[in-house]
Structures are given as C-alpha cells and as structure tokens.
C-alpha cells in the first residue's frame, strides 16, 4: 500500500508562510493498493489529488476510484466540487462513509452553494452505507469500520493488505476512562496508526474536551497498548504553525516514542 497524504490540517485550510512546511491543506489521503485508487475524505487537499490523477486515465474519463469518508463536517468534504475528475464524463466513482452520504455530498453541490449541482456532474458515482463494526473487501483491501467518537459521529477506517494495515482514527476524541475495546482492537498490531493529534494535553484541558479531537499523548498512549510501531499526528489545529508542531507536539512525543512524526502534506509513505 503507498499512502500519501494530499490534506493534514484540521477543521479549516490555512495557507501561509507558517504552514508551509507540514502543509495547510485540510484531510485527504490517497491509498494505492492492489493498482486500485482509493481514496480517503475530500478536504481541500482532494483539489490536488484531483490534479495529479487527471494525466492519467481520469483525464480521459477511464478512471475509477474507491472513495472511504469518515463524517461530513466541512474539512472532509470541501474539495469535492473541485475534483476535476468529476467533471470528465466516463469516470467512475464508488462512495463508502456513513448513512446519509449521498444526500450530504449533494447538498453540499446544491445551486445556492455551488454552481454546478452534483447530479448535473457529467461521471458517476454509487453509494454504500458502511457502519460501524463492518469489514468489507475490494480486491484484496479489506477495510474495517469502528464508530468514532466525535460530533456528529463518524467511522475510523483499519485498511489492510494481506499482512500489512494502517489505521486513520482521526476526528477521534479518546475517552478519560480507558480505551474503548472496538478502538483498540480496530488498532490491534497495525503497522500505522494516523492519529488525531490536534491539540497538546495542555490545550485539551483547557475547555476543549467533548470538541471531538485527542492529543499526541493519547496517541502514543494508543499506539502502545495496541502493538502499533508507527505513529503519524494528524489534523493539525488551524491555529498551530510548523515551529508549534515541531517544538510542543513532536518534540516531547519523541522522547516518549521516537518513530512518532508528524504527517506532512505532499509525504508518500509505503507500508
Ligand atoms: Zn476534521
Ligand atoms: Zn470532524
């Protein structure tokens, strides 16, 4: 599997000069598996994604892509109406994500909002509920869902291929009273947890729990207890820049697990 993460930044894309370097691009991950393309929500980083898939077959309206969503707040699903792709008739789009995705995915693309209605999109796209607790297999990708505890609800995805998986539990609050069982076993032995990382433990302490969102401590908390080797933050808050995320996430979180890092918009990682 090459994962590369085209969006990392949580809740509102933040272009400029202090996010340049991890990137300020809100949640999108491409997953190439199998020489099948996946692809996991669509933030404003899908507009990249969307750009680099279009010398390929999708420039040509052969294309088909295996679409994953975890929720439907705004930083998962704004890139969508600039897929390019979308708009070359032929391509062929499969849709898993919670109950009510079609309908979300079309209310966003209404007039009002957008000026090109998502049902007037000349490519075609179905629609699969996917709830918690539920595996399901395409090709050889077997992909796990467990119930995120967030706003609004949600899945965390575990892909696996063959031996080797990969866990995004992002958009994930953790709980104060231990790990929850279906969390740690979704996580179990992965050789990747991408992990909502948004705030430091101090931050979270101060008036933001229930917001929906952990911290690196829990992370590595998680990674631990679930056998997991590789650790990636994600969904970096708007408000911290590169020098916050290097001096108050990933530099204490190395001293307690130094094969943490933090995910970087543009970063192909194999597994
Ligand atoms: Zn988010
Ligand atoms: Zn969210």
């Known amino acids: 599997m090459i994962i590369k993460y ?7 894309p933040t272009p400029g000069k202090e996010t340049i370097k ?6 999108c991950l491409s997953i190439r598996a199998g020489g099948r393309q996946y692809i996991v929500d669509g933030g404003s980083g899908l507009r990249l994604l969307g750009n680099d898939l279009m010398p390929q077959a999708f420039g040509k309206g052969k294309g088909e892509a295996v679409f994953f969503w975890t929720h439907y707040h705004w930083d998962h699903l704004q890139g969508f109406p600039f897929f390019i792709p979308n708009f070359i008739p032929g391509n062929q789009f499969t849709h898993y ?9 079309k209310r966003q693309q209404e007039f009002i909002t957008f000026p090109v209605e998502f049902d007037k999109m000349p490519s075609q796209h179905t629609f699969k509920e996917v709830k918690p607790g539920q595996s399901l297999s395409v090709d050889d990708l077997v992909v796990t869902s467990c119930a995120m505890s967030h706003p609004g609800g949600g899945n965390m ?3 696996a291929q063959g031996a080797r998986s990969f866990v995004l539990a992002t958009d994930f609050e953790h709980s104060e009273d231990g790990w929850n069982q279906d969390v740690l076993k979704l996580c179990q032995g992965a050789n990747l947890l991408i992990f909502d990382a948004q705030y430091t433990p101090e931050e979270y302490a101060q008036g ?6 952990s911290t690196w401590a829990k992370g590595i908390e998680l990674a631990q207890t679930a056998g997991v080797r590789q650790l990636h933050f994600f969904h970096h808050d708007q408000m911290h820049s590169d020098r ?3 001096r108050k996430i990933l530099a204490p979180a190395r001293k307690l697990f130094p094969r943490a890092e ?3 918009e543009g970063w192909e990682v194999t597994i």
């Open 208 to 213: 933001r729990k229930t917001w929906g969102h």
């Open 262 to 264: 933090l995910a970087r």
């Open 97 to 105: 994500g919670p109950p009510r995705l079609a309908e979300i995915l």
């Open 157 to 159: 995805y575990r892909f």
């Open 244 to 246: 916050f995320l290097e």
């Open 6 to 12: 085209y969006g990392v930044r949580g809740s509102l």
């Open 22 to 27: 991890y990137g300020g691009n809100t949640t």
